[in-house]
């Protein structure tokens, strides 16, 4: 790899961890790590209120780490990045080894997140207003 390819890279993986830099956003990217789920499942688990959730929730998704997709009224979050679950991953196997927001909950495997959700997550280049000009 050359060194503009690591600055470009270095870039990218700044915005990322930016994005990543609030507690609200990590609880609710640790409880998609396991697949979709509706908003009303997310706020239950997280005892996170409407407001926040949703200010939390437009930001991931404006940093193109969540997309949504509506059934009815009902509207359900999915992680949108593979290496996004890496990151979490290796973020959950740091800081909350026994933790019931791990995927899978409590009685799961310790880190593991299924390769079904890493495969199905797309891996794509940030969106631009999170690229820093080279």
């Known amino acids: 790899m050359n060194v503009d390819d690591l600055i470009q890279a270095s870039e990218e993986a700044a915005a990322l961890m930016a994005s990543l830099s609030h507690p ?15 908003v009303s499942q997310l706020r239950e688990e997280l005892s996170i209120d409407q407001v926040p959730m949703s200010q939390q929730l437009m930001r991931l998704r404006a940093d193109g780490l969540v997309e949504a997709r ?7 979050y999915k992680i949108a990045r593979r290496e996004l679950l890496l990151v979490i991953e290796a973020l959950q196997k740091a800081f909350c080894p026994d933790s019931a927001l791990q995927p899978g909950g409590a009685g799961r495997t310790r880190g593991k997140i299924e390769g079904a959700n890493v495969a199905n997550a797309r891996s794509r280049p940030l969106p631009r207003r999170l690229r820093t000009k080279a």
């Open 24 to 38: 609200q956003r990590l609880l609710v990217l640790c409880a998609l790590a396991d697949g979709e789920k509706p």
């Open 70 to 76: 509506r059934v009815g009224t009902t509207v359900y």
